[in-house]
DNA sequence: ATGCCTTAAGCAAACGTTTGCAAGCGTCTC
DNA sequence: GAGACGCTTGCAAACGTTTGCTTAAGGCAT
């Protein structure tokens, strides 16, 4: 009845006429929906594998009116023309990748430059996607907002805000903020600084929540340095700021790999960590604790964030009008503080 | 004749409809393929634009036979349970990102844990993705030969080999390992190591090309120490190598992540770098001049090995049987050689 | 033998595009 | 004035699935 020889299945339909029965047959045998005699399906099933046959995913989308993918995008709003390495996001990334998987959804990944006010509409348009991921609000609340009003499937990874109308997932950076602050005042570290940029409001709430945090003597003296969150961008400008002659006793920077420039300018520049000053970085990726000394950090649970991010997602698309979720931060205290 | 009314237009057949024209005018409008009046044309896509339409991808890519995305592959076949966190992937996902993009195709990342030998047929039978891009043959180079020797459009980012079958794009591992050697020696060191998983044929390839590159006498008293890449890992291993006794004066690691490691674990046993020993590193990402003493490494070219892996797949999917490409490495000298 | 119920499997439309073919129409040439 | 030609547009089939509806067949009670 079927012939053993190889040959090529390329759909539904060749199956059929090789097994004798109907495309619908075939679908339901192979997809598992539907009533069918067992001794059929698993006939159908062995054919299928034998001939090495999958349903095409794209057609089977098509006719479901859905994706089966999720994007994931990174917008280098600020940051223009930086390449971002930071092991931040392949973490992430990576949970994200899990997650999704275990939902049978691929991840689109798409860097984007933003242009103008139309790139996330347009990219949600073409029907690519069943539902968004954005890392980071970037310079783009605006758009994310616009957005937000009348698509419900998309979820930010970010800094949570009343200003804001969409959905985010993110930890507490405020509070992350305070904690670092509390532990360099009780270090007894007095003359401090906060390197980062504040036009990413992530970032601008942990500088916030730092200040707030201090004593109110301290408040004031508090420097803010602008500074990219690249290796090469934060590494020149910690080297500039040291040799302009700074030298504070504690500083608190964006991101890990931010404290990592700063610890290595410090060195260079004769002072010693913890000894002189005290550094405190923010992530607690990986690689936070191969630094010499190890790095004091604001840890983020990536990986609950990622799991946070892809349940919310799914309610949502669900049609469940589920809202923003705030993750505790945590101090991670190592050596450079 | 056209309402101004944002009404919801879903298909073309809906903008055909308001327009008074034909779908097929309407395709012909908005992908600019084929003759159609210039007027009409312009009407169309203003209309288009009115009403905020975008051609479904999906449907597009399903009527054209393709799928419009190439997946890029983390196979995890070695450090199972290990998160990759290393920048070297995400600088990697960048490049490759964007060298999709510029092409027009959409980037499907997923990582993969190996299961049996017949995870990458079945991905690529789904249909999904036009073509695949694998970063690492981890232990998987059978697989990737099985699958090679019927699919084109297939590229492997690693090591290259004349007993595989599938097309690679890589850094040329065993020139690595020898600028490391020459440059060890130089520098009087010889008491060596090297730290890496020699499973993984990269790895391998850079401690062959390293020892084979040795005078004869140093060649048997070379230490190979076996270290998964992750930072955790590394660091258990370098710290308890060290916490063994041993006291050697030139260190490799297998990437920059394990240097970092060393680095650290050297350091934390109170040897001085490069006061006692030396330590080099592979990849060059951005984070090596951030340690202190700045990692001396051998670089890989990662955005041109992204945009050649990305040039061959398409030279391969046009049909085209175009072959490996190698690259070659550079010796980056800092400060802790 | 008839009718009814249950189970199994087929038919055909639909998802939103693209494109070969053909038709309509105006213009040019001889 | 008739045929040829070029340009523009429409028709309908096709891409590979899923699924509501229908039919066929068999079993069982009457």
């Given at each position: 009845m079927d012939d053993s020889k190889p040959e090529q299945v390329k759909s539904i339909a060749d199956l059929a006429r090789i097994g004798g029965v109907s495309v619908s047959t075939v679908s339901r045998a192979l997809t598992g929906?539907?009533?069918?005699?067992k001794d059929t399906r698993e006939r159908i099933q062995a054919l299928a594998d034998r001939h090495g046959f999958k349903l095409n995913v794209a057609a089977q989308n098509l006719r479901l009116g859905r994706s089966g993918a999720i994007a994931v995008l990174l917008p280098l709003g600020h940051e223009r023309g930086q390449h971002l390495s930071d092991p931040f996001f392949m973490v992430m990334l990576g949970f994200l990748a899990d997650a999704l998987a275990d939902r049978g959804y691929d991840l689109l990944l798409s860097r984007v430059l933003p242009q103008g006010d139309d790139w996330l509409d347009s990219f949600i348009r073409t029907g690519r996607t069943d539902g968004v991921i954005i890392i980071g609000q970037s310079n783009q609340s605006a758009v994310l907002d616009r957005t937000a009003a009348h698509y419900a499937p998309m979820v930010i990874w970010g800094e949570q805000s009343a200003r804001n109308a969409h959905i985010t997932v993110g930890t507490d950076n405020q509070a992350g903020g305070a904690l670092a602050a509390q532990h360099l005042v009780e270090r007894g570290r007095r003359r401090l600084a906060f390197f980062g940029n504040v036009a990413v409001p992530e970032f601008a709430a942990r500088y916030q929540g730092f200040v707030a945090a201090l004593p109110a003597e301290l408040r004031d003296t508090v420097e803010l340095v602008h500074t990219h969150i690249t290796p090469q961008a934060s590494l020149e400008v910690a080297a500039a700021w040291f040799a302009a002659g700074n030298r504070p006793d504690g500083l608190f920077a964006a991101s890990d790999v931010v404290a990592m420039s700063l610890l290595s300018a410090a060195t260079d520049n004769g002072l010693s960590v913890p000894g002189d000053l005290s550094i405190i970085g923010f992530d607690?990726?990986?690689?936070?604790?191969?630094?010499s000394p190890p790095l004091t950090t604001v840890a983020q649970d990536i990986e609950g964030g990622a799991r946070q991010l892809v349940d919310l997602l799914f309610r949502r698309l669900a049609g469940e009008d589920a809202g923003s979720i705030s993750i505790a931060p945590r101090l991670v205290i190592r050596e450079s503080s």
């Open positions: 929906k539907g009533a069918l005699n607690d990726i990986p690689m936070a604790r191969l630094t």
